[in-house]
């Protein structure tokens, strides 16, 4: 069992910037995914960022440029960095883990889930 715990969650302005954390507890997966969705309300939850144990990142098109995945092994903590934030990036953010391959950005990949950390942007 694999536990994920979300952190930096907040409110800012349009055009600032915020930097998420998820902290994994120890596993023994060598080859897993990891990644942050996020769902708005009334909206289904979507696939933002991923990152694989060998370092490959996939992004949504609407993030492509403005959020950057990242890992740090020793620490177990996966990190996205959002700049240019806009008040269309204003939802829950929620951070996975998808044990073995492929790394696909869709949900229904990933068993392990964190609580969420709330971003909300304002104009």
């Known amino acids: 069992q694999v536990q994920l715990v979300e952190s930096g969650g907040g409110s800012v302005q349009a055009g600032g910037s915020l930097r998420l954390s998820c902290a994994a507890s120890?596993?023994?997966?060598?080859?897993?995914?990891m990644g942050w969705f996020r769902r708005a309300p009334g909206n289904e939850r979507e696939g933002v960022a991923l990152?694989?144990?060998?370092?490959?990142?996939r992004y949504v098109d609407s993030v492509k440029g403005r959020f950057t995945v990242s890992k740090d092994n020793a620490k177990n903590t996966l990190y996205l960095q959002m700049n240019s934030l806009t008040p269309e990036d204003t939802a829950m953010y929620y951070c996975?883990?998808?044990?073995?391959?492929?790394?696909?950005?869709?949900?229904?990949?990933?068993?392990?889930w964190g609580q969420g950390t709330q971003v909300t942007v304002s104009s």
């Open positions: 120890k596993h023994t997966y060598s080859r897993y995914c």
């Open positions: 996975a883990l998808a044990p073995g391959w492929p790394c696909l950005l869709h949900p229904s990949r990933f068993g392990y």
């Open positions: 990152i694989g144990s060998d370092d490959i990142t």
